[in-house]
């Protein structure tokens, strides 16, 4: 630990499985909406595993509201707003303002201030170490506007592996649904939350936190 920050390499080791596990639950039309240092629990091998999906939900259409829910610094512009447009790219600027918080050691600033002033600094001009491609990554994901931002947490973890990525305007995030049979009736229930790993709790807060961990 130096100044509660951690090297890029270490950060990235420890989130790009959980990119992957959120790109599965995104697949099945689920949003974590609180992706945070707090909620990622650090293995013993260096990789995360997110945890807490209370604030889960299904994404929806446009015209139905979500709850407002959300963490300062973390969550995007669209969750401070009820009708925001919600999608896998609310969770990539969680997941990215999470790295960022990582290798800086401070949080990007309030989303819904940068909306009126922008002062954010990238990663590389606070004098963090990193390749070009991943400090211009973490700054699209990080993105104000959901039209500007990367769609997905592939098109993330692409983009910090220097694969060129070409972001799309956001839409609503609606999957095909599936045929109904008449008369019948499936229910759809979100995934159980994880258990808690060997030597960490998921009752409170994980034993180490992606901010615990060592550079």
């Known amino acids: 630990k130096e100044g509660g920050k951690v090297s890029y390499e270490t950060a990235l080791r420890c989130l790009l499985p959980v990119m992957a596990a959120m790109d599965r639950v ?19 091998t260096g990789e995360g595993m ?10 929806v259409r446009d015209e139905q509201s979500l ?6 610094g973390y969550a995007p512009e669209e969750q401070y707003r009820s009708r925001g447009k919600q999608g896998p790219w609310t969770d990539v600027y969680a997941m990215a303002a999470t790295m960022y918080h990582a290798i800086t050691g401070m949080m990007p600033p309030d989303a819904i201030e940068r909306v009126h002033q922008d002062t954010y600094v990238s990663p590389a001009a606070m004098g963090v170490a990193l390749p070009a491609a991943a400090d211009a990554a973490i700054t699209k994901a990080l993105a104000v506007s959901a039209d500007n931002r990367l769609q997905s947490m592939k098109a993330f973890a692409d983009a910090l ?7 799309r305007p956001a839409t609503a995030y609606v999957p095909p649904a599936p045929a109904a049979t008449a008369g019948s009736y499936t229910p759809v229930v979100p ?3 994880p258990a808690a790993p060997a030597g960490g709790t998921y009752a409170g807060r994980p034993k180490k936190s992606l901010k615990d961990r060592p550079g």
């Not at 709850?67 to 300062?72: E, F, G």
């Open 50 to 59: 997110l945890l807490d999906f209370g604030a889960a939900r299904f994404a």
């Open 26 to 44: 995104h697949a099945q039309n689920l949003l974590h909406r609180d992706i945070s240092p707090d909620n990622i629990f650090v293995t013993k």
């Open 161 to 167: 592996r220097g694969n060129t990525v070409h972001t």
């Open 191 to 193: 995934p159980a939350a």
């Open 67 to 72: 709850s407002v829910i959300l963490k300062h």
